[in-house]
């Protein structure tokens, strides 16, 4: 009986292990924190659109953006790739959950600067919150010639505003979904029946399909009536490439312009026509200053 | 006759068994891992590290969350978690094993004891025995424990991308340090 005794308890010592490990495991789910989401897009682009992502405080991302011309223009023109305009800029983290950005497209010649302030972050755990919440707010200037010298130009009639609530939920480690309902403002419009305002409503999301490569979609809506020359809804496909300390971004869209006033208000290609225009981005993320551990 | 031996029977029965008031514990444990190769170094400290200590047979649990290490680079800490431990289908690293022989008064204030601990590791969901050795001192009612050992990034089917494999280190540099109390529950 008393050999029975010892050899129940003293012979398994992986069982009283795994109590330890259980017990272990009872403590620490006692503390249970709050745990946000991170990476619900792999950079700060869906594909020209924001994402909710904002680069970490003291990083630096650098983005080198082409578009290319028209598909459909053909073989002489290299199906577009004659015709590249390029958008070269900077967004840093000043704080946790602000970014500041500045670019330029030669596109028009447009010099573009922005804010982008991450105002709720998706958790779960102690504090349940469904989604990310960030505000975007932007201006741009066109540099290109006056098209009338001879008549009184202003400069503040160059300027373009933008302004957008990014929503987006991370469903799973492979789909995140976000709406942007944007608002742009044009000081200088063409004709009275152009609309100085612009609303739309933008729809977009991803899904990983490896762990480094990643499938991404946009679309805007733009309220109908606010342009007198028709223009069409933004709509961009593409693949998220991330290596080492690079992400590419391979699209096709049917915009020319890369930023928000161009191609949520100006979009001129028209699918069923074939006007599509291939693109890629290349993000690289710079440390200037290292997070404390 | 029956009785005689029921009372040391049981008195025996529940002395060996997990009912001890001799367990210490600490949820402040830091464990951190330092990758060195030609083209960078990767480092990263968790600070949250539970464990607790069974003194009376040298059994030890070790549990830490792998989104609690930090790294100097923001974009290293996601790289981490999103592509190669994949935090969230594995969460946890955990160690459960046995310090050989350990002896509680055989510990001193100032004169680390070297002990071997033997168990099993588990990381990215796969579990692997592992072997090294703990140098454990005593600091009033704190039992404080050190042990450096080498992790084998490809043991625990961590996969590494062509592109980035003069980057990380085939064997990683692991230090763990436990400042033990005594557990009140």
Redesign the interface.
């Given at each position: 009986?008393?050999l029975l005794?010892?050899s129940?308890?003293?012979s398994n010592?992986?069982f009283?292990?795994?109590?330890?490990?259980k017990?272990?495991?009872g403590?620490?789910v006692r503390?249970k924190e709050v745990?946000f989401v991170?990476?619900t897009f792999k950079t700060t682009r869906i594909i020209h659109g924001q994402s909710v992502e904002v680069i970490?405080p003291g990083?630096l991302n650098f983005l080198i953006q082409h578009r290319f011309g028209k598909i459909n223009d053909g073989f002489q023109e290299f199906f577009g790739l004659d015709q590249a305009t390029i958008r070269l800029g900077f967004e840093y983290g000043i704080v946790k959950n602000l970014n500041i950005g500045i670019g330029r497209s030669s596109f028009q010649k447009t010099y573009d600067g922005y804010l982008k302030y991450k105002m709720l972050q998706q958790s779960s755990g102690k504090q349940n919150f469904p989604m990310s919440v960030v505000l975007y707010t932007g201006m741009a200037m066109q540099g290109t010639k006056w098209v009338e010298p001879d008549r009184v130009n202003y400069t503040s009639s160059r300027m373009l505003y933008s302004f957008q609530v990014l929503l987006a939920r991370k469903f799973s480690?492979a789909l995140s979904i976000q709406l942007m309902p944007s608002m742009i403002h044009r000081n200088l419009v063409e004709t009275v029946e152009d609309q100085n305002d612009v609303f739309a409503i933008g729809a977009g999301g991803r899904l990983k399909i490896s762990?480094?490569i990643s499938f991404n979609a946009e679309y805007y809506y733009q309220l109908p009536g606010s342009n007198a020359d028709k223009t069409y809804n933004s709509v961009a496909i593409g693949f998220d490439i991330?290596?080492?300390?690079h992400i590419f971004q391979l699209h096709v869209t049917n915009s020319k312009g890369m930023i928000e006033p161009y191609f949520i208000s100006q979009t001129a290609g028209d699918i069923s026509n074939g006007d599509l225009y291939f693109g890629f981005n290349i993000n690289r993320?710079f440390?200037l200053r290292?997070?404390k551990? | 006759m029956k009785n005689k031996l029921l009372i040391p029977f049981l008195l025996i029965f529940f002395w060996s068994s997990a009912f001890s008031q001799d367990k210490y514990f600490t949820r402040t444990g830091t464990i951190s891992f330092f990758s060195e190769s030609p083209m960078e170094n990767i480092e990263a400290i968790n600070h949250q590290v539970s464990s607790i200590l069974d003194t009376q047979n040298g059994e030890i649990a070790v549990s830490a969350q792998m989104k609690g290490f930090e790294f100097e680079k923001a974009l290293m800490q996601e790289h981490f978690n999103e592509n190669y431990i994949e935090s969230d289908k594995f969460p946890t690293a955990t160690f459960k094993g046995t310090v050989i022989q350990f002896d509680i008064t055989s510990l001193k204030e100032n004169e680390p004891q070297e002990f071997d601990v033997e168990g099993e590791l588990t990381i990215h969901g796969v579990t692997r025995p592992i072997k090294s050795k703990v140098r454990i001192v005593t600091e009033g009612n704190l039992i404080k424990g050190t042990s450096v050992f080498n992790i084998a990034v490809k043991d625990y089917d961590i996969k590494i991308p062509k592109a980035v494999i003069n980057n990380i280190a085939e064997e990683v540099k692991t230090t763990i340090k436990l400042n033990l109390e005594p557990f009140q529950r």
């Open positions: 009986m008393l005794g010892f129940l308890n003293l010592p992986t009283a292990q795994d109590d330890l490990l017990m272990l495991e403590e620490v503390e745990e991170s990476a970490a990083n480690n762990n480094r991330e290596t080492g300390g993320v440390t290292k997070q551990q | -």
